[in-house]
T-cell receptor
């Protein structure tokens, strides 16, 4: 069974469109994250939720909106897609909010290509 | 603020040779340090972590890392490289946030190539 799953794995879309990426974890973890990995493999956190509460909200355009319907799911909605949004987006989860001790488990990634 | 620097964006070794991937950190508080591996077209997987205690940390797949406070380093080593070790390796440090939260700060990554 996949611990952290993301859909879709690949997403190709036109500039200006709105798209969503879904993430689910079956590990019973309390905290979930969204990361963006650019073409140079640089990995940066975007958001983190703990028990459906937003706890980390990095400086990202407000076109990006995370939604957590329950603690097992964290979706990412992107409005008005731009070329610069092309990247691989990773979802991750950890047992609780303290990433000092807790391993983060990553999903397989969603490769977003904006044309 | 906490940060990590990985020296060498690409490292190439022969199969059976020593693997050494370098990571230096900057932290104003005692650091918690991690090494993650990313195989092609996959997510990241934890190799090992240092929080407190023993400075030599052993991880999965025969990797280990040593925390050296005096050198602010956390280099990753493996005595004998396998072809299956070819991947991207990321060093990371936690950065404390208000409210008792933390976030991971990743280095730029080192791509390890293993040739026969």
């Amino acid at each position: 069974d996949t611990a952290v799953s993301q859909t879709p794995k690949y997403l190709v879309t036109q500039m200006g469109n709105d798209k969503s990426i879904k993430c689910e974890q079956n590990l019973g973890h309390d905290t979930m994250y969204w990361y963006k990995q650019d073409s140079k493999k640089f990995l940066k956190i975007m958001f983190s939720y703990n028990n459906k509460e937003l706890i980390i909200n990095e400086t990202v355009p407000n076109r990006f909106s995370p939604k957590s319907p329950d603690k097992a799911h964290l979706n990412l909605h992107i409005n008005s897609l731009e070329l610069g949004d092309s990247a691989v987006y990773f979802c991750a989860s950890s047992q609780d909010r303290d990433s000092s001790y807790n391993e983060q488990f990553f999903g397989p990634g969603t490769r977003l290509t904006v044309l | 603020a906490q940060s990590v620097t990985q020296l060498g964006s690409h490292v190439s070794v022969s199969e059976g040779a020593l693997v050494l991937l370098r990571c230096n950190y900057s932290s104003s508080v005692p650091p918690y340090l991690f090494w993650y591996v990313q195989y092609p077209n996959q997510g990241l997987q934890l190799l090992l972590k240092y929080t407190t205690g023993a400075t030599l940390v052993k991880g999965i797949n025969g990797f280990e890392a040593e925390f050296k406070k005096s050198e602010t380093s956390f280099h990753l080593t493996k005595p004998s490289a396998h072809m299956s070790d070819a991947a991207e390796y990321f060093c990371a440090v936690t950065r404390p946030l208000s409210g008792g939260y933390n976030k991971l700060i990743f280095g730029a990554g080192t791509r390890l190539a293993v040739h026969p």
